[in-house]
């Protein structure tokens, strides 16, 4: 199904989003947000069927819905929305902007076919037999279409995940090509109710920082082949004007590597999980929340 609002529009099947005809990234929980919104409008969405739909089977912060939406009506206007697609219902929950008309584009497939099956009515046994034949290929290269896009879309994710504990007191962007390594520091992070955001490249880590608020940005120096690429994620960030407390977490100690990311804007470089927590830590004083 294929909505236009606004100045934009929104394509269910596809899974894309456009903003005055350009295609534009939505991260995937706020694409499910406003798909589920427009679909059941006019009807009020409560804090609860959104929560029990956005984040099925898990137990999520009373604040995670507010700052997902507080964080996607930010993400559009950014984009060039002109209007806010995402209207409060106080004391009741969210609905879509009831003043923004939504217009449907339903897929011409089904005309199609219900041409097809009208023609086959009147045509021959030999024909209509064809004519079955071919609506079952159809839906044949339809299913396979959904798996594979399904897998792709899967596996696109793969790289980006979200680990946000209960009653979060802010959150960890951590930018390292394999994640597995610090497991234990984050799950250490979590335990001290701060979210950790996982990505493996600078580029989806400034995209990241472009859409969301991180409080500290913990990154590899060296990944995918790259021995500075910290460092130029580093230098990129502070070039876009974001003084998002950096620091590059790395096994070797040198010095000199502390100097370079000192200068470049970073706050320092840790090489010990307990270095990594004091430095970490002083950016989440309670008094500062």
Known sequence: MEYQFSNAGLNSREQSFKVDGKSVVLEERAFKL???LIDTH?????????????????????WSLPRLISDTRSLLRRFGVQHDLIFTVRGQGYKF??????QCSHN????????????????????????????TLVMCCACIWLIINHAV??????????SEPIDAKGRILWVDDNPKNNIKEQGYFLKQKIGVYNTASTQEALLLLSMYEYTVVISDMGRNGE???????????????????????????????????????GQGVATKKQALYD????HFDDEKI
Not at 97 to 102: A, Q
Not at 111 to 121: I, S
Not at 153 to 162: A, G, T, Y
């Open 42 to 62: 006019p009807k009020v969405c409560t804090q609860d069927e959104l929560v029990a739909y956005l984040w099925p089977d898990s137990v999520v912060s009373p």
């Open 34 to 36: 406003l798909a589920y």
């Open 153 to 162: 879309v899967h596996e696109q994710d793969i790289s980006f995940k979200v």
């Open 279 to 282: 430095y970490v830590l002083l």
């Open 227 to 265: 021995p500075l690429a910290g460092l130029k994620l580093l230098r990129a960030m502070r070039a876009a004007g974001d003084e998002t407390p950096f620091y590059v977490y790395t096994w070797v100690e040198s010095k000199k590597q502390q100097e370079v990311i000192v200068s470049a804007g």
């Open 108 to 135: 011409v497939d089904a005309a199609e076919v219900q041409l097809a099956m009208l023609k086959a009515e009147h045509s021959s046994d030999g024909a209509h037999l064809k004519f079955w034949i071919g609506v």
């Open 97 to 102: 902007n009831p003043e923004v008309t939504i």
